[in-house]
T-cell receptor
Framework: AQKVTQAQTEISVVEKEDVTLDCVYE???????LFWYKQPPSGELVFLIR??????QNEISGRYSWNFQKSTSSFNFTITASQVVDSAVYFC????????????FGQGTELSVKP | EAGVAQSPRYKIIEKRQSVAFWCNPI?????LYWYQQILGQGPKLLIQ????????DSQLPKDRFSAERLKGVDSTLKIQPAKLEDSAVYLC?????????????FGSGTRLTVV
């Protein structure tokens, strides 16, 4: 079975705090892709990152960083020095190479950054 | 590069009425997806097309939902008759290939309210 779990439903932080959004996935495939999307109040899904299952290097992009650990089936997302504009719902998603490429989304984590 | 176009942006209908949504994917993208996102949940795949053939419609409520992709380009998703629980955002996405390797581009979605 393929499944993505985002255990944190809502997180509230004060501006400039660091925050980590957790994502745990399940899949039997050896080739798969993991994604993070941001969904601001306007509703569109904004692509943040895609990682393939063979690349476990952590990635940093500005204030964003991602930690991919196959041993624990986790793909966590950290925002450093959070800002009010980071307030949104964040989705982690899984796509299996041999299953048509459909995205399986987690339930999402609503992040609220207060000034 | 133009994005994935969807229309209408919003739609309000009464239950038992019918409604149709339109999607124009990115030029050259062979794979097209329709997702349903109910408030507070992650998007869920309804149907996936590869060119004009259906790859996966296992989660499409076929007694009321139908979709087509004529000539492997534009797609239409129809609901007839609508139920209250169909209230959701309907997202269209396209991809160069149906594997996840090339990522996905999402449209802005159609927000359907059934009253």
């Amino acid at each position: 079975a393929q499944k993505v779990t985002q255990a944190q439903t809502e997180i509230s932080v004060v501006e400039k705090e660091d925050v980590t959004l957790d994502c745990v996935y399940e899949t039997r495939d050896t080739t798969y892709y993991l994604f993070w999307y941001k969904q601001p109040p306007s509703g569109e899904l904004v692509f943040l990152i895609r990682r393939n299952s063979f690349d476990e290097q952590n990635e940093i992009s500005g204030r964003y960083s991602w930690n991919f650990q196959k041993s624990t089936s986790s793909f966590n997302f950290t925002i450093t020095a959070s800002q009010v504009v980071d307030s949104a719902v964040y989705f982690c998603a899984l796509s299996n190479y041999n299953q048509g490429g459909k995205l399986i989304f987690g339930q999402g984590t609503e992040l609220s950054v207060k000034p | 590069e133009a994005g994935v176009a969807q229309s209408p942006r919003y739609k309000i209908i009464e239950k038992r009425q019918s409604v149709a949504f339109w999607c124009n994917p990115i030029s050259g993208h062979a794979t097209l997806y329709w997702y349903q996102q109910i408030l507070g949940q992650g998007p869920k795949l309804l149907i996936q097309f590869q060119n004009n053939g259906v790859v996966d419609d296992s989660q499409l409520p076929k007694d009321r939902f139908s979709a087509e992709r004529l000539k492997g380009v534009d797609s239409t998703l129809k609901i007839q008759p609508a139920k209250l629980e169909d209230s959701a955002v309907y997202l269209c996405a396209s991809s160069f290939s149906g594997t996840g390797h090339y990522g996905y581009t999402f449209g802005s979605g159609t927000r359907l309210t059934v009253v």
